[in-house]
């Protein structure tokens, strides 16, 4: 069997009649403009999934899993995660900012009640998600995700 350069190429065949070079995509009739931050290109994907991150799939089985309750252990608005220390003992439990309900920043010692959800890649940890704040810890101030700050 000759092999012939004009002859096309079997559905199955290993090689492709088109270089890399030749292949262009459609044009479109806008240009979308990059994101001007010079860290762009720096930056590491977080490997915790966040509410917008993680798949339907987790999040359903996160829905239907039980609602456990805890104490908040600490919570940082700027870093975006704390630790709930779960009322029936056992390790602390992480949580993501995105991953907080209602109208209220957490505090150290506000009681809440949430769910689980296992963390990729291994799916050996767990953190929390749906976290409800159900009794604000007494003595504190507690601030809005707005910025109002008002004591309990």
Known sequence: MSSDASS????????????????RLPE?????????SP???YLIPSPLPTRRSRTCSAA??????PVYTGVCKCFSRAKGH????PS????????????????????EGDEVSYKLCSIPPKMEKVQA??????????GTKHETWSGHVISS
């Open 8 to 23: 096309p190429l079997s559905p199955g065949s290993p090689q492709s009649p088109l270089s890399p070079g030749s292949l």
């Open 28 to 36: 479109c009739g806008h240009t979308r403009e990059r994101c001007p």
């Open 39 to 41: 860290m762009r290109g």
């Open 60 to 65: 359903a089985r996160a829905a239907e899993g």
């Open 82 to 85: 704390g630790f709930i220390t």
């Open 88 to 107: 029936d003992g056992g390790s602390d439990v992480f949580v993501h900012i995105s991953d907080i309900e209602g109208e209220y920043v957490p505090v």
């Open 129 to 138: 998600v749906e976290v409800t704040i159900t009794h604000l810890a007494p």
